[in-house]
């Protein structure tokens, strides 16, 4: 499928299942046609709203066309759209939501980095930590004494945790930042690869922090 009319045929979940397919190498080039079509069916709409908002937050239309490219761009990269978990069953409407949703979020970073306020630590190249690292380096803190006994004492307290315990601590643990949460791309793909709710991760964060202090007590290094 090269034609440019067959992709605008398409339905805008085919769409988003062949950007989906970006990373394989054989459909890169039909996953940037197929994103070419969807930013042109939905950054008309996109761009409206987006107007709309910038205005009430001192910011004009070229602001407005910059949060766009954002947009869009961050859909290109983490094209996470499920129809399924949508509570529109329109689907044209359910992906404007999405994009709406999407775009909030970099509003607030364009205005913050704008205006000169705290920017966010991220960058997207965030990935889950799935074992330890092969040295204490995520633990080397000028708070810890000793970051090496601090490194075993942390191992020896997973020890006694699930598998799924031990990424999300070591996820946290390398990511996150003081007065700031995790990246959304990041927690999507936590919730995926352990099959966890948001909620049930935040319960196995609590109880691996609490035996990792209750070991650095044991220790005497906390």
Known sequence: MSDQKELEDLSTL??????????????????????????????????????????????DSYDALEVVQRTLKSFWKYPAFDALKAKNKDVNKATLFYLYGIAQRELSDYFN????????????????IFDFPETESIFNNEDFKNPQTHYHAVRKALSNLSEKHKVIFLTYKAYEFAGNKLPRPLLESLRSNLNLSQATIRSYKKETYDKVNEYLDIYGIK
Not at 34 to 46: G, I, M
Not at 117 to 122: G, L, N, R, T, V
């Open 113 to 128: 980095e704008k205006k000169g306020f705290k920017i966010s630590p991220y960058n997207g190249s965030e990935k889950i």
């Open 14 to 59: 085919e769409l988003v299942e062949l950007i989906k397919k970006r990373k394989d190498p054989t459909m890169e080039s039909l996953s940037k046609s197929a994103f070419q079509v969807f930013t042109f069916r939905f950054s008309s709409e996109l761009c409206k709203k987006i107007e709309i908002t910038c205005k009430n937050w001192g910011l």
